[in-house]
């Protein structure tokens, strides 16, 4: 019976965890009419951007972190277990389509490896040497950005994660939603969102879920913001790789320069396709490649390449 003191400590831990907090008063919910519990459900869903807004200066000080890192070539990596882990993955894998991210520039690590995306595996949220050596595959380096994503803030995945990224000179991010977390005190910057405890006791894919899908929208999205992905609110490096997007491209050519049909097939056809040197070609009158050289020369920043543009041309 070697696990019973094992046990005990982690029914006092889980005790002691706002996301796991019993609420007597919703003990009949299973007894009330479907409406009435959706009614209770959205209630409860509407208090995660306020406890989201209660921490944005923590949240922009990790991104301006992150993006600083991004620009010398670093990368971001998400590391959890469980929904929290999916939900990494989740947003890893939107970044290539929607700005044009190189392979690997936004990982997502989920214990376990892919097939903990779909099921469930056993033990492997509990093991921090399962961390160690998903980060050790990826060859960290101080310009790497690693966050730690986990709802009790207490997930052994995650909290080795952060604390073998910090050791090899990455920067960490802590992402939990309880105060005074082990996850958010072993990083460089700590983010608790504390939205209460959940409808269903400890089912933190509910209000914690949400509060980490809304961070983590704003970690990736305004980072590339900062890195230059956007020109205005347009994704102007978006992939088109498929038709849906390829329609999308054009409109966002069209909202960026006002010209018309023709010219918008022929700056695209000039730039192979790229939305922000299509963009570039017609609102500074040069050609395709001028284009690919005064953004290659920007680092990719639409708004600077046009400055230099536009100074070459009063020149």
Same mark, same amino acid.
């Given at each position: 019976?070697?696990?019973a003191?094992?046990?005990?400590?982690l029914?006092?831990?889980?005790?002691?965890?706002?996301?796991?907090?019993?609420?007597p008063e919703?003990?009949?919910?299973?007894?009330?009419?479907?409406?009435?519990?959706?009614?209770?459900?959205?209630?409860?869903?509407a208090r995660?951007p306020?406890?989201?807004?209660?921490?944005?200066?923590?949240?922009a000080?990790?991104?301006?972190?992150v993006?600083?890192?991004m620009?010398?070539?670093?990368?971001?990596?998400?590391?959890?277990?469980?929904?929290?882990?999916?939900?990494?993955?989740?947003?890893?894998?939107?970044c290539?389509?929607?700005?044009?991210?190189?392979?690997?520039?936004?990982v997502?690590?989920?214990?376990?490896?892919p097939?903990a995306m779909?099921?469930?595996v056993?033990?492997?949220?509990?093991?921090?040497?399962?961390?160690r050596?998903?980060l050790?595959a990826?060859?960290?380096?101080?310009?790497?950005?690693?966050?730690?994503?986990?709802a009790?803030?207490?997930?052994p995945?995650?909290?080795?994660a952060?604390e073998?990224?910090?050791?090899?000179g990455?920067?960490?991010i802590?992402?939990?939603?309880?105060?005074?977390?082990?996850?958010?005190?072993?990083?460089?910057?700590g983010?608790?969102?504390?939205a209460?405890?959940?409808?269903?006791?400890?089912?933190?894919?509910?209000?914690?879920?949400?509060a980490?899908k809304?961070?983590?929208?704003?970690?990736?999205?305004?980072?590339?913001?900062?890195?230059?992905?956007?020109?205005?609110?347009l994704?102007?490096?978006?992939?088109?790789?498929? *038709?849906k +997007?390829?329609a =999308? #491209?054009r409109?966002?050519?069209?909202? %960026?320069?006002? &010209?018309?049909e023709?010219?918008? $097939?022929?700056?695209?056809a000039?730039?192979?396709g790229?939305?922000?040197?299509?963009?570039?070609?017609?609102?500074?009158d040069?050609d395709?490649?001028?284009? *690919?050289? +005064?953004?290659? =020369? #920007?680092?990719?920043?639409l708004?600077a %390449?046009?400055? &230099?543009?536009?100074a070459s041309? $009063?020149?």
């Amino acid at each position: 019976m070697t696990s019973a003191p094992h046990s005990h400590d982690l029914r006092t831990q889980l005790d002691s965890l706002t996301t796991e907090a019993f609420r007597p008063e919703l003990a009949g919910i299973d007894q009330l009419p479907t409406l009435e519990i959706a009614r209770l459900m959205n209630a409860e869903d509407a208090r995660v951007p306020g406890a989201v807004a209660a921490c944005l200066p923590q949240i922009a000080a990790a991104i301006d972190a992150v993006a600083e890192r991004m620009s010398r070539g670093g990368r971001l990596v998400y590391a959890g277990a469980g929904t929290a882990g999916r939900l990494g993955v989740l947003d890893a894998s939107e970044c290539p389509p929607t700005f044009n991210t190189r392979p690997g520039q936004v990982v997502g690590l989920i214990a376990g490896g892919p097939e903990a995306m779909v099921t469930s595996v056993e033990g492997a949220e509990d093991s921090r040497e399962l961390a160690r050596a998903d980060l050790d595959a990826l060859a960290l380096t101080p310009d790497d950005s690693v966050v730690g994503v986990s709802a009790s803030g207490r997930t052994p995945y995650a909290v080795g994660a952060v604390e073998y990224a910090r050791s090899r000179g990455a920067l960490t991010i802590g992402l939990a939603c309880n105060a005074g977390s082990a996850l958010a005190a072993a990083a460089d910057h700590g983010i608790e969102i504390v939205a209460g405890p959940e409808l269903i006791t400890g089912s933190t894919r509910l209000k914690s879920g949400t509060a980490q899908k809304l961070v983590l929208n704003m970690l990736s999205t305004i980072t590339m913001i900062r890195l230059g992905k956007t020109y205005g609110n347009l994704m102007v490096d978006v992939r088109a790789s498929n *038709a849906k +997007l390829r329609a =999308r #491209s054009r409109r966002i050519v069209a909202l %960026a320069t006002g &010209a018309g049909e023709e010219e918008i $097939e022929a700056a695209l056809a000039a730039t192979d396709g790229e939305v922000k040197n299509a963009i570039l070609a017609l609102l500074a009158d040069v050609d395709g490649p001028t284009a *690919a050289r +005064l953004l290659e =020369r #920007s680092d990719g920043h639409l708004r600077a %390449a046009l400055a &230099a543009a536009h100074a070459s041309a $009063e020149q």
